[in-house]
């Protein structure tokens, strides 16, 4: 079965950096897109980078592209998200999920598997 399993968060003072793996498993990791998102308490959860299955295209939600950077590795079937600067408010679970195909999409309902989410606290 599809597994999602994400790791990396914790607790960092504001303006450091994590970085965030989502190792996946039960398909073939090569053919499928990849995002991430993140969801603070009491608010929706909200799209923060995905990246096509080749790793060549990328996107960034614009309040993060700055800072936030998400890559692959194919071979260890890992995406990863680099977080640089982190803020207070960047504070939330991050989760990984599977895209539909190949290509990237920005809404939370194109994504059919996700994983159970990494929590990131940035203190000010």
């Known amino acids: 079965q599809v597994q999602l399993v994400e790791s990396g968060g914790g607790l960092v003072q504001a303006g450091g950096s994590l970085r965030l793996s989502c190792a996946a498993s039960g398909f073939t990791f090569s053919n499928y897109a990849m995002g991430w998102f993140r969801q603070a308490p009491g608010k929706e959860r909200e799209f923060v980078a995905a990246?096509?299955?080749?790793?060549?295209?990328?996107k960034s939600a614009d309040s993060m592209k700055e800072r936030f950077t998400i890559s692959r590795d194919n071979d260890k079937n890992t995406v990863y998200l680099q977080m640089n600067k982190l803020r207070p408010e960047d504070t939330a679970v991050y989760y990984c999920?599977?895209?539909?195909?190949?290509?990237?999409?920005?809404?939370?309902?194109?994504?059919?598997?996700w994983g159970r989410g990494t929590q990131v606290t940035v203190s000010s």
């Open positions: 990246i096509t299955w080749s790793g060549r295209s990328t």
């Open positions: 999920a599977r895209g539909r195909g190949s290509t990237y999409a920005v809404a939370p309902t194109t994504y059919v598997y």
